[in-house]
């Protein structure tokens, strides 16, 4: 039996013919970049969010970057993040000129740990960029407390968990600044690349607003140097259909995690159910000592798996500059080392559960 990590065809089948229609739609307006689909996405889309502003961008990534633009950081300043996460939480911050600077993660969650946190902070820190990992939430109440204290700023890279809860408020319009992709694997994904700014700051929208198109206001006329960053009108067409099946995939997620928890958590480490968290489970990783073996043989059994992620940034080459050595986060560095995602999507029958179960099962009983 094949279980494959996503099933994007699947999903189709499910909206194709609102998705084609909304595209023809699209297609003989002739408006193709900020248009109607556009504005009516953002407003939908903050709502869900409860967020009082979304401006939709380029990707998850250029997100991110205008929300360190918007925050006015740049060379000389500091900004801390995780070591583990995907490069561009690191990237935009080198990519503005200013210095990512790592803080270890908690054991149980992945996400930045809190009382790591003030022993990093320096003068020059601005700001902190906190990830939801996998879509589990980070913990915001103890990050907005120290944020507070020091007066940082903090952006929610939220690429990984739109929908995902903290003490009932949705994750990315907790922090000054929000960031979601749409990248096409994403919980929300459209077909191409995408992305979101969330705020409840109303300058700061109209900052994000002006940057994301090449920092004018008035065509031809430019306050600021910004980026060529969009959500088109195509991305935005299919994004409106899919968001409406957005909470019964992210339940169907839920459920199976549960079910793999149900037989897993007496035998492996699973990803923890934390009080007052919402985990939308936009994957779900377990720890294990023979990784590579336990991959291989589910990849014999048809099963897919991936590594979310083997290199911690402050490993990664590029980032060598920085001074960072092995042993410096040693959280980040043993979860990288043993964390495997097992296949989460929305279509996952019962069969290919079970099959998934009854073989990581059989593989760690025998590898005790
Ligand atoms: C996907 C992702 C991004 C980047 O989003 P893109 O839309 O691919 O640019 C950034 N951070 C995290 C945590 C992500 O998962």
């Given at each position: 039996?094949?279980?494959?990590?996503?099933?994007?065809?699947?999903?189709?089948?499910?909206?194709?013919?609102?998705i084609v229609n909304n595209i023809a739609?699209?297609?003989?307006?002739?408006?193709?970049i900020l248009g109607e689909k556009g504005e009516q996405f953002e407003k939908q889309v903050a709502e869900y969010l409860h967020a009082s502003y979304g401006l939709g961008v380029g990707s998850g990534t250029d997100a991110l970057q205008l929300s360190l633009k918007a925050l006015d950081i740049g060379p000389g300043d500091e900004?801390?993040?995780?070591?583990?996460?995907?490069?561009?939480?690191?990237?935009?911050?080198a990519q503005e000129g200013a210095k990512p600077v790592f803080v270890d993660i908690e054991a149980d969650t992945y996400n930045l740990d809190p009382s790591k946190i003030e022993e990093a902070i320096t003068e020059k820190t601005k700001a902190i960029i906190v990830v939801h990992l996998y879509g589990q939430t980070a913990n915001m109440k103890d990050i907005m407390t120290i944020a507070n204290k020091y007066n940082l700023r903090v952006i929610e890279d939220a690429c990984q968990a739109i929908g995902s809860e903290y003490e009932g408020e949705r994750v990315g319009a907790i922090g000054d600044l929000g960031c979601f992709s749409f990248f096409p694997t994403k919980n929300l994904g459209a077909f191409g690349d995408a992305g979101l700014v969330v705020t409840n700051n109303k300058a700061m929208s109209e900052k994000i607003r002006i940057l994301r198109n090449h920092g004018s206001e008035v065509k031809y006329h430019h306050s600021m140097t910004g980026m060529n960053s969009r959500l088109d009108e195509l991305q935005a067409a299919i994004l409106l259909v899919k968001l409406a099946y957005l909470d019964t995939f992210l339940a169907n997620r839920k459920k199976i995690a549960s079910n793999y928890t149900e037989h897993f958590q007496n035998i492996v480490k699973c990803p923890p159910i934390v009080e007052g968290r919402e985990h939308t489970f936009h994957q779900y990783c377990i720890e294990v000592e023979h990784r590579e073996e336990l991959a291989d043989q589910l990849k014999r059994k048809g099963i897919a798996t991936a590594i979310y992620y083997p290199i911690p940034l402050h490993l990664q080459p590029v980032f060598q500059y920085l001074g960072y050595k092995e042993g410096d986060f040693p959280v980040a560095e043993q979860v990288a080392k043993r964390i495997l995602a097992l296949p989460i999507h929305p279509m996952l029958t019962e069969k290919q559960q079970n099959?998934?179960?009854?073989?990581?099962?059989?593989?760690?009983?025998d590898n005790k």
């Open positions: 039996m094949q279980v494959p990590m996503l099933d994007l065809k699947g999903e189709l089948e499910l909206f194709k013919e609102p739609e699209v297609v003989h307006s002739g408006a193709y900004v801390i993040t995780t070591p583990f996460t995907f490069f561009a939480t690191g990237e935009v911050i099959h998934v179960i009854s073989s990581v099962t059989s593989f760690i009983n």
